[in-house]
């Protein structure tokens, strides 16, 4: 089972904003944060939303001192003035070679110069589909839905996808008949 880390509160954010939380906690893949990411849901709605799946579906990473003053020491080093709970998990992932999810383009950006991986919202609505949790039919909804709230998304990228899926749900439906 892959590990995924998540950062940025977009991630969760999003995925609130569109009703698919739920179904993302059901991807079969390990799904870890950490307190700052956390602290960051503002909204105390959305962080109970994200809340009520730990300890079981999420791990919340808790930081001790020390860890926090290498968090403080790493981003020090970083050039493209990184913020601390940015640095906080991408630290986490690049230690333990897990998959970096982030919305945030500074952050993808310097996270894979670094070698992690990193990956976004269209990486968790393709693994959405390939694991038959929504359709292609709930994808191009909800993929369209998110445009409308989320105006940073690659365009190019999305205009793919939903040619793509609406393809294969336009096939679906034909042999329906």
């Not at 990473?61 to 860890?67: A, D, Q, R, S, V």
């Amino acid at each position: 089972m892959e590990t995924v880390v998540v950062n940025d509160t977009n991630i969760f954010i999003d995925l609130l904003s569109i009703e698919l939380l739920d179904d993302f906690f059901n991807l079969p893949i390990s799904i870890h944060t950490n307190d700052f990411i956390i602290n960051e849901l503002i909204v105390s709605d959305q962080r109970e939303k994200v809340l009520y799946y730990a300890p079981e579906r999420l791990y919340i990473k808790k930081y001790t001192p020390i860890e926090i003053a290498e968090i403080v020491t790493f981003r020090s080093s970083c050039e493209n003035n990184v913020s601390f709970e940015d640095c906080s998990v991408w630290l986490y992932a690049k230690l333990n070679s897990y998959r970096l999810l982030t919305g945030d383009g500074k952050l993808r950006k310097s996270a894979s110069a670094s070698a992690t991986i990193v990956s976004g919202i269209l990486y968790v609505f393709d693994m959405l589909i390939e694991c038959k949790i929504i359709s292609h039919t709930k994808g191009v909804e909800k993929l369209i839905e998110l445009t409308k709230v989320n105006k940073r998304l690659p365009s190019e990228e999305i205009k793919k996808r939903l040619a793509k899926w609406k393809q294969v749900a336009d096939r679906k439906e034909i042999e329906c008949l």
